[in-house]
């Protein structure tokens, strides 16, 4: 089973911009479809962005201009570009992978983001 380990969160001031990581063991990272998520307190999961095993991403349309999800399948990871972040961005960052041939779901522990002046 594939593991995942977030990092790159911190604190960050509006306007600012972070690199989260997401590094799997594993040898089949690039069979995986992979999302970024986030969880704020008092509100429920949403996805942040999402990239397919080819390279294909998605994202709702409030993320879609300030946030950026790619993939190193030589690394086995995935990173989450987040730029002009706001006071609504705050949340714990959840890395996810899916491999649908294997009916694999797994994710990580996450990595907090917190955004003050």
């Known amino acids: 089973q594939v593991q995942f380990v977030e990092s790159g969160g911190g604190l960050v001031q509006p306007g600012g911009s972070l690199r989260l990581s997401c590094v799997a063991s594993g040898s089949t990272f690039s069979v995986y479809n992979l999302g970024w998520y986030r969880k704020a307190p008092g509100k429920q999961r949403e996805l942040v962005a999402g990239?397919?095993?080819?390279?294909?991403?998605t994202y709702p349309d409030s993320m879609k201009d300030r946030f950026t999800i790619s993939r190193d399948n030589a690394k086995n990871t995935v990173y989450l570009q987040m730029n002009s972040l706001k006071y609504e961005d705050p949340a714990v960052y959840y890395c996810?992978?899916?491999?649908?041939?294997?009916?694999?779901?797994?994710w990580g522990k996450g990595t907090l983001v917190t955004v003050s002046s």
């Open positions: 990239i397919t095993s080819g390279g294909i991403t």
């Open positions: 996810n992978g899916v491999n649908l041939g294997l009916g694999k779901n797994a």
